[in-house]
């Protein structure tokens, strides 16, 4: 049985930007992985290259067994994808767009419409389903991006930033989600900038910076690294990557 995911030796670098580096890591089957860190620590890069949307300039990714360099296809078809700002179709309706998502992976008509009714009730969004996109807020917008990465009930979920711009009750709703889905065997790997949300949704939290992952583990486990045993992230965070200097870190992440 392969992992969901691993990532070995990977690193990017934009011109003379090195938005990940050499990284290693190995994230098993039905578990919530939560990549953590400030802006800008790379996050959304490793998420990317994960989907294949980024080539790593050195390493190796494969998703569910798959080389994603060799065949992208074959992971987008096992995976959804919520990148962090929704790119949507504008011009189309709501449902328009889940109809043709749900289409574009083969879910079949009667399922489809069940789901999608399922969903836009849980999301709050059932009465909206008929405006265009470009009319809704950056919420409504991020929930029709979920919708659509759950429809086709994909095996692994990558989601950049999945709560941001949710009202508390969506994010909730959508948390609890996660950890049905988990007890089904999906893996969830999501990226947030938010201590609390990683502490609250994560069996297991890398915290990434400057583009490298500096501890990986659970709660417990980093805890323990960081020799504070009854600590909160914070701490951890802060112990773990040497304080000081790294305390606006750790503010701009409690923001
Ligand atoms: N397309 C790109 N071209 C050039 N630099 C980029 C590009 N995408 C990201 N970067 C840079 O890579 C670094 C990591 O960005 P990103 O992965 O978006 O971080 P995060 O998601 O953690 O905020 C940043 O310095 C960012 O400016
Ligand atoms: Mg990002």
Do not use: W
């Not at 569910?64 to 309706?93: C, H, M, N, W």
């Not at 009714?117 to 979920?146: F, H, P």
């Not at 990558?158 to 948390?175: F, G, Q, T």
């Not at 609250?200 to 500096?214: E, H, K, N, R, T």
């Amino acid at each position: 049985m392969h992992s969901a995911i691993e990532l070995n030796a990977v690193s990017k670098q934009y011109n003379e930007i090195i938005a990940v580096n050499n990284v290693n890591l190995t994230i098993p089957t039905a578990e919530i992985f939560g990549l953590l860190g400030p802006n800008g620590s790379g996050k959304s890069t490793t998420l990317k290259m994960l989907m294949g949307l980024v080539q790593p300039t050195a390493g190796q990714v494969t998703v569910l067994g798959i080389d994603v360099q060799k065949d992208p296809v074959a992971v987008k078809r096992q995976v959804g994808y919520v990148p962090e700002s929704p790119d949507v179709y504008e011009f189309l309706t709501g449902i328009e767009y889940l109809d043709f998502i749900g289409d574009i992976y083969g879910v079949k008509p009667a399922e489809k419409q069940q789901r999608i009714t399922e969903y836009l009730r849980a999301l709050q969004l059932d009465g909206r389903e008929g405006d265009m996109i470009n009319s809704y807020s950056d919420g409504m917008k991020k929930k029709i991006s979920l919708i659509s990465a759950f429809l086709h009930k994909p095996k692994l979920l990558i989601l950049d930033e999945p709560l941001n711009a949710l009202d508390p009750r969506s994010a909730r709703i959508v948390k609890d989600y996660l950890q049905s889905l988990k007890a089904q065997g999906v893996t969830t790997i999501l990226s947030t900038h938010v201590l609390e949300i990683a502490e609250a949704v994560c069996d297991q939290i890398g915290i990434m910076y400057q583009g490298s992952i500096l501890a990986l583990g659970n709660m417990a486990e980093l805890r323990q690294k960081a020799s504070l045993p009854s600590s909160g992230l914070e701490d951890i965070f802060l112990k773990l990557t040497g304080t000081g200097d790294l305390r606006p870190v750790v503010e701009e992440l409690l923001k």
